[in-house]
């Protein structure tokens, strides 16, 4: 039975190495094709090529470090890897924070959304407050995300897996929404000019 689960394992794990060759390959033959203009296609496909390699690099990357086959080149030979293993282990035991930390997290969202409400009945730049207010969105979402979803909790695999995610997702968005301003520009003046008297 268990050998049978680390050939599955091993499988598992080239095959993943494989896809992310793959995507790989894609990238580099798209950059070194005679096609290659550096428009919004090329960089959104070696983007998404570059990231899908990524992703499918780190679990077995991950596996083969905490099976000994990929050593850390940056810990120094007496080392402390065998104390941080064991903190990793009592982090999985100990699964969920306790009642006093998820009242003092929910005591911050409830003041985060109280400085939400305020800034409505408050005379500031409209500038200003949108910045006010996507900044405490979003740590109001990494708090829900790390806590009340365990997130802080999981293994760190899972965390890199999701993390380099939103942030090509973000690099991504950023290429492209440029492009719609280009996009808008190549309609002809008078199908604009009806659309904005509609």
């Not at 035991?93 to 409505?120: C, D, P, Y």
């Not at 200003?128 to 806590?147: C, D, E, N, P, T």
Request: charge should be negative; hydrophobic fraction near 55%; aromatic fraction near 8%.
């Amino acid at each position: 039975m268990v050998e049978s689960k680390t050939r599955e394992i091993k499988a598992l794990n080239l095959a993943l190495l494989a896809l992310a060759g793959l995507s790989l390959a894609v990238a580099v033959w798209d950059v070194a094709s005679d096609t290659f203009r550096a428009g919004t296609d090329d960089v959104f496909l070696v983007l998404v090529c570059l990231m899908l390699a990524l992703l499918f690099a780190i679990p077995p990357m991950m596996w083969a470090y905490s099976n000994g086959m990929l050593k850390n080149p940056f810990a120094d030979e007496a080392g402390d890897e065998g104390g941080a293993a064991v903190q990793t282990e009592a982090a999985h035991e100990t699964h969920g924070g306790s009642n006093r930390e998820n009242i003092i997290v929910w005591g911050g969202l409830l003041a985060l959304t109280a400085i939400e409400v305020f800034l409505a009945y408050i005379q500031i730049p409209t500038t200003l407050m949108l910045i006010i207010l996507m900044g405490a969105s979003i740590i109001k979402a990494a708090l829900i995300v790390a806590y009340f979803m365990h997130l802080k909790f999981e293994r760190l695999s899972l965390i890199l897996t999701i993390v380099p995610t939103i942030v090509a997702l973000l690099c991504l968005f950023a290429v492209l929404f440029p492009d719609s301003f280009r996009a808008r520009n190549l309609r002809p003046a008078e199908a604009v000019q009806q659309v904005e008297h509609e």
